[in-house]
Structure formats: structure tokens, C-alpha cells
């Protein structure tokens, strides 16, 4: 069963009038970057198990039927939730919207993404992680209280690179964003490069050990990340990412 498209608030280049402690939020930095340690240790109370499954579960990912090309690079999964207490809410499975103002290639169309695995979307690892990054938000998180969880496979081969970002330099069209590596093998590139909303390069990162995260404030910042390609020496390459979309969800 599936319902309309869940919908965030267009806030892309706004900025919040209410400002965290200690100062205004011009004052705060619109990103911050983890080493792996942050959700290591955050998982390291999760079963072995549980963490396990939870990152396996990348090689299970259907391929991406909206990118247009013969041969599919990337394969993915999607979910929403409700940010409660003591719990994520699963939402009823809805299609992925971005408006063409924030991402002209593939915006403003309903994309329909596979489901999240049940025993993922259910499971500790992804609580753990999601509820980690929220308190590592780099503003106010007042207001916002639903999440979107993107399972993302891109691969490269010799013949073909992979595009973790067709769109180029974006922005998502949400409040907060959060990208952690999950899985990267076999693979040159994939920089990420952040910019002001005058297209000035404000942060440049490679991502290259599992859990290594950037979370953005999705309304202050642009972000891009170069094509995939195989390493010297081989065929095909594989880069695995989580992304967590964070807004207030819709109103009445």
C-alpha cells in the first residue's frame, strides 16, 4: 500500500528565526564533519548482529529505475518517519518528491523507490543512527520531527563511472541533511565539496572509512560530490551511502 508523496516544506535558502544556544545561527557553522568514532560508538551498544545486518543489507538494493540511462549505477531503498522519544515511527510508504528548484534533473516528478527492509526499517542500528544524527543536528531542531532514510548503492565499472549526484551542486529541498558512508570499496572519487548559496566552496571531504558522516544544514549550504570510477587495477567499484533527510513533517 502506498500513499501521496510525502512532502517537506520548501525551505531551501530560508533560515529559521528562532537561533541555538549560544548564539544566533548565523553564528553557528550550516555543517559539521564526524570522524567514524561518533557512530561506532553509538552502534558498539547495538548486537553485533543487528549492526551487521543492518549493513549487509546494502547489497540488497534494487536499481534506481528513474535515472535514464541503459545500465543502471545506482540501487537504492527509501523510508519516512515520525521522530518520537522513544522510537522512529514508520510512515505508510509514500513516493520521494524534490521540487525542480532543488533538483533539476530528476524534481519535480513523484519517485517511487523501493520500500526500506522491514527488518532495517524495525531494527536498532538504524534508531541508533538516526538518533544520533539528530542530536548532532548543526542548528535548532525545533519543529522538526519526520526523517527520510536513503539507501544508497552507486556503482562504477571500467566502462562507465557512477554519479552519486547527476544534479551537480544542489541543495535537497529539506532543513537538515545528514550523509554517512557505509561502504566504499574498490572506488576513486566521490569528493564532497559543500558551498555557500553564492556557489563558493566552504568545505571539501573525502569520505573513506565507514561511519565517516557530514551533516548539513540543507538551507544554509550546497553540496556536490564528483563522479565514481573504478580503482587502478579494477573492473567495478562500489560506494555505499546513508542519507537522512530531517524536517517538520506536514501539519494537520
Known sequence: MTTAPLRAPDTSGAVPGNAPAPGPLDQVAPFVQFGPDLLAAALAEVPEDGVTEFTDSWHD?????????ATPYRFRRYGSFRLLPDRLEKLPHAA??????????NGGVDRMFAPLDDAVASGAALRTVVRTLFGRLPGPRTGIDTCGVHQIRVTATTDAEGHPAPEGIHQDGHSYVAQVLIRREDVEGAESTLYDLGRRRIHHALLTTPMETIVLDDRRVLHGVSPVRPAPGA???VRDMLLVDFFPGPTG
Not at 520521494?96 to 534533473?105: A, E, L
Open 61 to 69: 538494493l534494487p536499481a534506481d529505475a528513474h535515472l535514464g540511462t
Open 96 to 105: 520521494f518528491f524534490q521540487d525542480r528548484t532543488v533538483n533539476k534533473v
Open 235 to 237: 573492473r567495478t567499484g
